[in-house]
């Protein structure tokens, strides 16, 4: 359905959960995509492994994102091996649930430094790549939890909300460069962090949505992909809900 052929695109977060399944998308419509882990190399290698078809297609690098001398180091290599980037993905997240008068600083530090700083991070650097260009589509995982501030995720839908605000100013600063930045918020969505929810937990959630049903992965990376064609051009500052009908 899509075609990224000749197109590079950077997933980050994109071997397991959501991004995976984002990874997967782009690859099977041609893109050369470069998928970042922070630290599971076991997960990394596996994901490698299964995809071993796409050859030099699919490049694993791990860095953290919240680490601007990480993220430098990523993007001057990066310049060196390819001759363009089209398309970003701020997929890479993290949650420490608690309620704000039991969470640590840390719990909220790590969160914001991960989700929020880790998007200005990676958005930051892309932008100056794909200037060069007068090219490039952003794509920021968001989540319903920054517009509905589920109980214990303060930091999370902080951090989650940040990324709509940081975009919002983002979109109008490089648009007539024919860059293009827009937000996906999932709901739930049917990924190993689900799975290991109790079962009455699980019926609870399930509740909540009026489809009575999670999402698949697969859903959300089609939007994905919408966003990030060259079709999507007259598309900016937008955020989609991917959420069954759960809505703030």
């Not at 953290?64 to 001398?69: G, P, R």
């Not at 739930?188 to 290991?196: A, G, M, V």
Request: proline content about 2%; charged content about 20%.
């Amino acid at each position: 359905m899509y075609n990224f052929e000749s197109q590079h695109v950077v997933v980050t977060g994109g071997t397991r959960g959501i991004g995976a399944g984002i990874t997967e998308s782009f690859l099977k419509a041609g893109a050369t995509v470069i998928a970042t882990y922070a630290g599971n190399d076991e997960a990394a290698h596996v994901f490698k492994e299964k995809h071993s078809l796409y050859g030099e297609k699919l490049i694993l690098k791990k860095f953290n994102v919240a680490n601007t001398s990480d993220v430098e180091n990523f993007f001057s290599e990066y310049e060196k091996s390819f001759p363009s980037l089209e398309i970003l993905v701020n997929n890479a997240g993290i949650r420490k649930d608690n309620i704000i008068a039991s969470m640590s600083e840390n719990e909220w530090d790590g969160v914001i430094d991960t989700n929020l700083k880790g998007t200005y991070n990676m958005t930051r650097f892309a932008v100056l790549a794909m200037m060069k260009n007068r090219y490039g589509r952003i794509i920021n995982m968001s989540s319903v939890g920054g517009k509905l501030g589920l109980p214990g995720q303060a930091n999370y839908a902080a951090s989650k909300a940040g990324q709509i605000a940081l975009s919002l100013s983002v979109s109008k600063e490089v648009a007539k460069r024919n860059i293009t930045i827009n937000n996906i918020c999932p709901g739930f969505i049917e990924t190993e962090l689900l799975k290991d929810l109790p079962e009455d937990q699980i019926k609870e959630y399930k509740s909540q949505v009026p489809m009575k049903r999670f999402g698949k992965v697969e859903e959300v990376a089609h939007a994905v992909l919408f966003f990030a064609t060259k079709e999507a051009s007259y598309i900016t500052g937008t955020t989609l809900d991917i959420a069954g009908g759960l809505n703030a």
